[in-house]
């Protein structure tokens, strides 16, 4: 199978970060600026509508991300799944996804270490990422998600997170052994944590934040680069 390289862009910074390029300042949307939160933002006791519309639906899966305090829902996109791979091991995985006959369409980041594959249409996703999680080098698996606007996202196997000033050195560190996290990246900023590969990420960054101990915690996002906007001053 030819392999593809994909314009997905590892995102995984604090949603305020940006660079300076001449007199444009640019931001690959991930969240949307605070005061003015993504569209796919939907509050869980303020669902209107039939049990049949979408949007009851996505909020009734409890599937979210917090964009600071607020929930971002989202839902599974079919026959959809994101793999975040060890690069020493992308021959050995390349080989044992090509020979499973249940996936298709095999796009890899080769630079990240992630592929993004559709599955055929009758296959258990759930038992097919049980099964692909015990194989050598992988670091994560998990469905691809969408928020009620679209603009499809992976999860991979890190979270971007930031501790409150007050919080304490002790109160970190329990964090760190609670969720078994490993630090990628630290900076006055924002800290970058990989999650075990029986750990789901969505649920890690999620249980963080609603520990009241963090401005911020989201999972580390694959977003396919569509537009940018300019930013209004950084809070931090």
């Known amino acids: 199978m030819k392999k593809v390289n994909i314009t997905m862009s590892k995102v995984n910074k604090n949603p305020f970060e940006r660079k300076q390029e001449g007199a444009v300042v640019k931001l690959c949307i991930v969240l949307m ?5 993504s569209s796919c933002a939907v509050k869980a006791d303020n669902v209107e509508g039939d049990e049949n519309s979408p949007i009851y639906v996505w909020t009734k899966g409890q599937k979210y991300y917090y964009a600071f305090d607020e929930k971002i829902f989202l839902y599974e996109v079919p026959n959809k799944v994101v793999l975040s791979f060890d690069r020493e091991y992308l021959s050995d995985i390349q080989t044992n996804l090509q020979r499973n006959a249940q996936i ?41 998600y969408a928020c009620s606007e679209g603009g499809a996202r992976g999860i991979t196997d890190e979270i971007v997170l930031q501790f409150k000033e007050n919080v304490s050195q002790q109160e970190i560190e329990s964090i760190y052994k609670k969720y078994f996290l490993k630090v990628t990246e630290i900076t006055h900023r924002y800290q970058i944590f990989s999650v075990p590969v029986d750990l789901d990420p969505l649920e890690v960054a999620n249980a963080i934040q609603t520990s009241g101990l963090t401005n911020f915690s989201y999972p580390s996002f694959l977003l396919k680069m569509e537009k940018y906007q300019t930013l209004p001053t950084d809070p931090y």
């Open 104 to 144: 298709r369409q095999m796009e890899f980041q080769f630079e990240n270490g992630h592929c993004i594959f559709s599955t055929a249409e009758n296959t258990d996703v759930k038992a097919l990422i049980a099964d692909l999680k015990k194989q050598s080098g992988v670091k994560s698996v998990n469905p691809m």
């Open 33 to 37: 600026i605070a005061g003015s939160l």
